[in-house]
């Protein structure tokens, strides 16, 4: 991963997808980066604020949480107590030409929010 090596590990990767391991622990914070579309699988439970321009939202998940990551630019901060496990399945084929640039997107969607 060009951004952010300390807490990205690239885990399996074909032409069509690339799977990332991603850790850190509470206090850490990453550069501003990018994810394409990807589905998100959590492996321990995290707090964690995601900043894209002026829009903030703090997320917090349980382990075992699978959810849709829609392409959005942004950082984070692990703002809560524990370190931060996930698996990201980014898919290497372009967003839908209509998917919307929204910053209200940032963060994982639940099956129910699709």
């Not at 995290?46 to 917090?60: I, M, N, W």
């Not at 382990?63 to 809560?80: M, T």
Request: hydrophobic share 35%; net charge negative; proline share 10%.
């Amino acid at each position: 991963m060009a951004t952010n090596p300390d807490h990205y590990q690239v885990v399996f990767e074909n032409e069509r997808v690339r799977v990332l391991m991603y850790t850190d622990r509470p206090g850490d914070e990453t550069t501003p980066h990018a994810h394409p579309d990807s589905v998100m699988y959590t492996l321990s439970a995290f707090r964690r604020r995601l900043v894209a321009g002026e829009v903030q939202r703090d997320v917090e998940l349980a382990a075992g949480v699978v959810g849709w990551l829609p392409a959005q630019r942004h950082y984070g901060v692990n703002i809560g107590e524990t370190p931060t496990q996930v698996l990201f399945v980014e898919l290497k084929e372009p967003a839908a030409p209509d998917a919307p640039d929204d910053p209200r997107a940032l963060g994982p969607r639940s099956s129910a929010e699709q």
